[in-house]
């Protein structure tokens, strides 16, 4: 199509939307005024007639047709931006500044409290020594302490039968051993033992100290009394075969002088076994040898070494751990 065509098309359709507008009483400017749209002043008064008819309103000032419109295609209605819905925005008022907070003036520190001066302790002078007090330890007494002094227990103030042999033991002058003696021998341990102990005589250290052993002597049996036949030495009470000390060997009018005493030291005590330590003390009681059972007054009695023989014969040792032994099955 020609550029001439197009315009005249173009002017055809827009005498065809003009006319349309005319007959619905839309105020339209003259058709010979189309030419001079553009230099028309806005909102002039048309004094001209338009086919006969007088304008007498003032006639707006009309935008220019777009070509869409003559084409016949509809003008776009622009969408309602919120200033044309609700009207102009109104203003604002600006937010007034946050009122700033009072300064408050910070609390002073407390004062630092001054140290504690340390009160001086009142000095301490050397604890008084305590003595505790022996529990149930009968008094001791001359010829007291098997082990030294200090381990004694002696029967005295047991009983009155007790009280009474040791009196007699100790004021005996039935033999003429009586006369060479440092002192005499009651026994030492418990009044009511689990075992007697019967021994040779003390000899003349013995004698001097008031024990029947003593020394490496009194160790041994400790041990041995301890360790193999289970047998605390408090639960022994140990009595020499003659109660006078001294040199020289036992005589037979020595022994049956003493024979009475052992017999009621035995009837009062009730062991469950008689021990007999030495040579000496096996023969004078008609034990047969050492390590086989016997009887004394009435007793089970088990023989073996004396400790001075056996830290004189260590090699007899073996043999007397044997018989002890043999004691402990009956004992414990």
Not at 28 to 40: E, I, K, W
Not at 226 to 232: H, W
Not at 281 to 303: C, K, N
Request: aromatic share 2%; with cysteine; glycine share 10%.
């Amino acid at each position: 199509m020609t550029e001439a065509s197009e315009l005249a098309a173009l002017v055809a359709d827009t005498l065809a939307v003009l006319d349309a507008l005319r007959r619905q009483g839309t105020d339209v400017l003259p058709v010979g005024a189309l030419d001079g749209l553009g230099s028309a002043p806005a909102g002039a008064s048309a004094g001209a007639s338009v086919e006969g008819v007088a304008v007498s309103r003032p006639v707006a000032a009309r935008a220019p047709v777009p070509a869409g419109a003559a084409l016949g295609v509809p003008r776009a209605t622009p969408a309602p931006t919120v200033e044309n819905a609700r009207g102009p925005t109104p203003a604002v008022a600006a937010r007034p500044a946050p009122v700033a907070a009072p300064v408050v003036p910070a609390r002073p520190a407390p004062a630092a409290t001054p140290p504690a001066v340390p009160t001086p302790a009142a000095p301490v002078g050397p604890a008084a020594p305590v003595t505790a007090p022996a529990v149930g330890a009968p008094p001791v007494v001359a010829g007291a302490g098997l082990f030294g002094s200090k381990w004694a227990r002696v029967a005295e103030g047991a009983d009155a039968a007790a009280a009474s042999l040791r009196a007699e033991i100790l004021a005996c002058t039935a033999c003429g051993r009586c006369r060479t003696r440092a002192q005499a021998f009651p026994g030492d341990g418990a009044p009511r033992p689990m075992l007697v102990i019967v021994t040779d005589p003390p000899d003349a250290a013995g004698d001097a100290v008031g024990n029947v052993l003593t020394g490496e002597a009194a160790q041994m049996l400790d041990r041995m009394l301890l360790n193999v036949v289970r047998v605390d030495r408090r639960e022994v009470l140990i009595v020499p075969v003659v109660r006078c000390g001294g040199p020289g060997p036992l005589l037979p009018e020595e022994v049956n002088a003493c024979g009475p005493y052992l017999a009621r030291q035995l009837t009062l005590a009730k062991p469950r076994a008689v021990l007999v330590l030495g040579e000496a003390a096996r023969a004078a009681l008609g034990l047969e040898r050492h390590g086989t059972w016997g009887d004394v007054h009435g007793l089970p009695a088990l023989s073996t070494f004396h400790p001075l023989w056996l830290l004189a014969n260590p090699g007899d040792k073996r043999l007397a751990l044997s018989h002890l032994q043999e004691l402990a099955k009956r004992v414990g």
